[in-house]
């Protein structure tokens, strides 16, 4: 398959031209987003969707939160990832398959809904994790486009795919916030660097390749500069596979956590990587699974 977004491969970086739309099909009045939120989306490549839940329902996420994080080891080892100095879990990956409240919330028409209306088509999950950023001691994740990765190390051929952060407790400036450059996601940065065998083992505590150099980051970030969306629990903030993200450190009392969903268009299902050799196990990048049944009403409590 031809290459169209080369990366790690040239020892200068490159800003390449987008290929693909960032939305893939036409508004309609009977759609899940107004017209002006897909106009958004489409222009800044994110969108913040407020009170998407019911208290209820944060209240039950919340304690499905807890109640993976307490214990662990009953979750498969493979997807416990922990913070490289104080061994806190920094994320827990394949949520879907490891509780089924999750894999509810995956199916919401509130999230796997508005994913298939952007992306038009069919979408299955790539990709589901917690993420927990602790009080006091939650790191950062660096500056990164997650298509470069999923190109070169998952081989997703096109840009078909957007991510939805449910947020589980109260994104503040402070706290360590999700924070995006709107507009970055219509131009492809390439990185530089060789990817190690096993990369993810080292990208998944701390990215060190496929993380887009300073000079052209510092570029792009004056060209249109960084927002940091904020938002009570019950939000949902989604973007566009290809805007540039990341967020610092949590140095306040006040934890941050989210459940993370990939989605990605059935029609853009992964290749061969693109830049290694070997692809990244299927607990970070889904490749023989079907598409979501798109389900709809309140989550509840399940067995």
């Keep these: 398959m031809t290459d169209l977004y080369p990366s790690r491969c040239a020892p200068q970086a490159e800003m390449l031209p987008r290929l693909d739309p960032v939305v893939h099909g036409d508004w309609h009045p009977t759609a899940p987003l107004t017209l002006e939120q897909m106009a958004q989306f489409e222009r ?56 089924s409240l999750m894999r509810r919330l995956a199916e919401d028409e509130r999230l796997a809904g ?12 790539h990709q589901s994790r917690l993420n927990y950023k602790p009080g006091f001691q939650g790191k950062e994740f660096y500056w990164h486009s997650d298509f470069e990765t999923w190109h070169v190390e998952d081989g997703m051929p096109r840009m078909r795919a957007l991510s939805m952060s449910v947020l589980l407790a109260e994104n503040t400036p402070h706290n360590g916030p999700l924070m995006l450059i709107p507009g970055s996601h219509r131009s492809f940065l390439t990185c530089i660097g060789e990817t190690p065998e096993n990369h993810y ?43 540039m993200h990341g967020s610092n450190g949590n140095i306040t009392p006040f934890p941050r956590s989210n459940a993370f969903f990939v989605y990605n268009a059935v029609s853009n299902r992964l290749d061969r990587p693109f830049g290694v050799e070997k692809p990244r196990p299927h607990f970070i990048a889904a490749r023989e699974v079907g598409p979501i049944e798109v389900t709809a009403g309140p989550l509840v409590e399940l067995a």
């Design 44 to 99: 800044e490549g994110f969108l913040v969707l407020h009170d998407q839940l019911t208290s209820d329902e944060v209240a039950l996420l919340q304690a499905e939160t807890g109640r993976l994080l307490a214990d662990p080891s009953a979750l498969e080892p493979e997807t416990v990832i922990t913070e490289s100095g104080s061994g806190e879990v920094r994320s827990i990956f394949e949520i879907h398959a490891q509780s």
């Design 201 to 243: 083992k080292m990208s998944l505590k701390k990215q060190e390749y496929g993380v887009p150099d300073e000079d052209s980051l510092a570029e792009i970030a004056h060209e249109h500069g960084i927002v940091a969306p904020t938002g009570a629990p019950g939000t949902i903030v989604l973007f566009d596979c290809n805007v």
């Design 114 to 125: 508005v994913a298939s209306f952007l992306l038009n088509d069919q979408v299955y999950l």
